[in-house]
């Protein structure tokens, strides 16, 4: 039986981006999307209505307040708001989170395939962080930098490697991103990275833990990544250079 697998994400991109994003995500095995557009009006929503897998939601001051969140809050504490929403309504299988720029990408195997093959007892898995270098030289491909070393960024950065040591030679966020299996209670909250109880205690996790599960999950993803974009492009036919 395959996998059911919920994609939950926070939008305001251009319409041929989002396109991208469902296109790509679909490839992967996603078989029901939770899609919020912050600005009400964003006319890519509209490229979803009657899409029988796309759930969309404008971000209306009505809808934030069914989330439990006020419409003016900060949009970090709208997001939790809204993919603990989204969560929670996922039917069964999988839920995974990321922002409209960002692509699980696997080699070898789709993300279904990887989390259709997780041992039972692992409840979450963990994507590690490969993000988008700009190389205008080379416009052909897209080129990615993954984390760093000390003595790499030492090399690759001389003169900044106090500057990027927090982040381990990245520009962006460090931390990847979670897939969470659906139904662990209502005490789950989903944040932007990883699933936490009562948004204190992090689940879990394949990767970062080697708990029940967890050494083999660590093992199969060494080579997965979320693909952080500042650019989108199609992917399909781009073969990425790892930094």
């Known amino acids: 039986m395959a996998v059911q697998l919920t ?10 981006s989002v396109l991208s994003f469902v296109d790509w995500h ?9 899609l919020c557009f912050d600005d009400p009006s964003d006319p890519a929503a509209d490229l979803f209505l009657g899409a029988p897998d796309v759930v969309v939601e404008r971000g209306t001051s ?11 809050k900060a949009f970090p504490m709208r997001q939790n708001h809204f993919l603990t929403y989204a969560y929670r309504a996922a ?3 999988w839920f995974a989170a990321c922002d409209g720029d960002e692509f699980f ?11 259709d093959a997780q041992e039972p007892e692992t409840v979450s898995v963990t994507f590690r962080t490969a993000e988008h270098v ?6 052909e491909q897209f080129h990615f930098r993954l984390p760093m070393p000390r003595w790499l960024r030492q090399s690759v950065y001389p003169t900044l490697s106090l500057v990027t040591r927090s982040r381990d030679g990245l520009a962006g966020h460090l931390v990847g991103k979670s897939c969470t299996r659906v139904g662990l ?22 990767v970062a833990r080697d708990g029940p599960g967890g050494r083999r999950a660590s093992s199969a993803l060494r080579r997965s990544r979320v693909r952080h974009l500042a650019v989108q492009a199609g992917l399909a036919n781009v073969v990425p250079r790892i930094w």
């Open 7 to 16: 994609l939950a994400a926070i939008l305001k991109e251009p319409a041929d």
């Open 26 to 34: 679909r490839s992967q095995g996603v078989t029901r999307f939770h």
């Open 62 to 72: 009505e809808f934030w307040s069914v989330c439990g969140i006020a419409a003016n």
């Open 91 to 93: 039917p069964a299988g």
């Open 105 to 115: 990408h696997l080699e070898g195997r789709s993300l279904a395939e990887e989390l």
């Open 134 to 139: 700009q190389t205008p030289h080379d416009p």
């Open 185 to 206: 209670g209502s005490r789950v909250r989903i944040r932007q990275h990883w699933a936490a109880v009562q948004g204190r205690t992090q689940v879990a996790s394949g």
